[in-house]
């Protein structure tokens, strides 16, 4: 089993920045690859970006590329989610998974992929 609890949401105001954290259970967090996920109020979950279990590829959703910066701290069994020049349109709960398949080499933007997840933190950007 893998625990996950996110940290770091808030309220900002468009243009802000807020940094999101993820801290996991177990030994072995260098083999999961990690992503971040976002649901808005009445849409699907989407994908965010991710990153593998080195922490040497990453990979982003169109929307966030330039903005949003992921990045994980295997000695302290932590991702992060650098969330930079937010918009309104990137208000929803924030969650954070892990894919423990393939000792961690696969970078997925793919939920099914992902067989642990947190509970999700709010993020909320005024305008």
């Known amino acids: 089993q893998v625990q996950l609890v996110e940290s770091g949401g808030g309220l900002v105001q468009a243009g802000g920045s807020l940094r999101l954290s993820c801290a996991a259970s177990g030994r072995t967090f260098s083999g999961y690859a990690m992503a971040w996920f976002r649901q808005a109020p009445g849409k699907e979950r989407e994908f965010v970006a991710a990153?593998?279990?080195?922490?040497?590829?990453?990979y982003y959703v169109d929307s966030v590329k330039g903005r949003f910066i992921i990045s994980r701290d295997n000695a302290k069994n932590t991702v992060y989610l650098q969330m930079n020049s937010l918009k309104p349109e990137d208000t929803a709960v924030y969650y954070c998974?892990?894919?423990?398949?393939?000792?961690?080499?696969?970078?997925?933007?793919?939920?099914?992929?992902?067989?642990?997840w947190g509970q999700g933190t709010q993020v909320t950007v005024s305008s």
């Open positions: 998974a892990a894919d423990i398949s393939y000792g961690g080499s696969s970078v997925s933007s793919l939920k099914y992929e992902y067989d642990y």
């Open positions: 990153i593998n279990g080195i922490g040497s590829r990453t």
